[in-house]
């Protein structure tokens, strides 16, 4: 047989390196794909990976920051409603306080006024009446001897009660006080024996309503130069 014929047969030694070979690349096939040293693809793909997380948490910091930064406007803003309200609670317990004591001012006053009216009302009354009984008055001076006279007297009995309930008094000083300009009316001046500028005669009767003068009695004053 030729050398060309041969078959070439590998020997036992050469199967078991070829063997050690293919081991020793799968070995380090698979130490690449754990993640093993000598495994550049898989140190990248690590580093992706890490970067990847990385990110992933700066972003979720990012939007963890948003949030608190949104809640802390959030309750500044509440804070600044409640300081709002709270000043308009004040000014409406201000103005409430201010009404109530305007409301009370203004029934008191009304209080005064209505009494004011009656008063005022009583005095209107009074001003009529007076001057009917100063006609009595003068009526009783001119029919002394007269048949009227008891019912004159008797109308001036009744009238002056009238006036009493009232609280009406007369203005009658007697001869001799001295003038007192808030309810006397000097009407003339005459000579008498009494002392000067004082009372000589009261030729009509005035009229006073508690503290209010409704009309001053008219007097004649001596000069005091009388005989």
């Known amino acids: 047989m030729s050398d060309d014929d041969a078959v070439d047969v590998e020997s036992p030694d050469d199967a078991e390196g070829d063997a050690a070979r293919a081991n020793g690349t799968a070995e380090a096939a698979a130490e690449g794909a754990s993640g093993e040293p000598g495994?550049?693809?898989?140190?990248d793909d690590?580093?992706?990976?890490?970067?990847?997380?990385?990110?992933?948490?700066?972003?979720?910091?990012?939007?963890?920051?948003?949030?608190?930064?949104?809640?802390?406007?959030?309750?500044?803003?509440t804070r600044e409603e409640l300081r709002e309200r709270d000043e308009e609670v004040e000014e409406?317990?201000?103005?409430l306080a201010r009404t109530k004591?305007?409301?009370?001012?203004?029934?008191?006053?009304?209080?005064?006024?209505q009494e004011d009216i009656r008063e005022r009302a009583s005095e209107a009354l009074v001003e009529r009446l007076t001057p009917v009984r100063n006609d009595l008055l003068r009526a009783l001076d001119q029919d002394e001897g007269s048949d009227l006279r008891p019912g004159v007297?008797?109308?001036?009995?009744?009238?002056?009660e009238v006036l009493a309930d009232e609280g009406v008094e007369s203005i009658?000083?007697?001869?001799?006080?001295?003038v007192d300009p808030a309810r006397h009316q000097v009407m003339l001046r005459v000579d008498s024996d009494g002392p000067e500028g004082t009372i000589h005669e009261v030729y009509e009767p005035g009229?006073?309503?508690?503290?209010?003068v409704l009309s001053e009695?008219?007097?004649?004053?001596s000069t005091g130069d009388g005989e």
Request: charged content about 40%; overall charge negative.
């Open 153 to 160: 007297e008797s109308t001036l009995e009744k009238f002056d």
């Open 39 to 43: 495994g550049d693809e898989s140190a």
């Open 46 to 77: 690590a580093r992706r990976d890490g970067e990847a997380i990385a990110a992933a948490v700066a972003e979720h910091d990012e939007a963890l920051a948003r949030e608190v930064a949104a809640l802390e406007a959030d309750l500044a803003e």
């Open 92 to 95: 409406l317990t201000s103005k």
């Open 217 to 221: 009695a008219k007097v004649t004053v």
């Open 172 to 178: 009658d000083p007697e001869p001799g006080e001295a």
């Open 101 to 113: 004591a305007d409301f009370s001012n203004y029934k008191e006053r009304a209080k005064r006024k």
């Open 207 to 212: 009229y006073e309503m508690g503290d209010h």
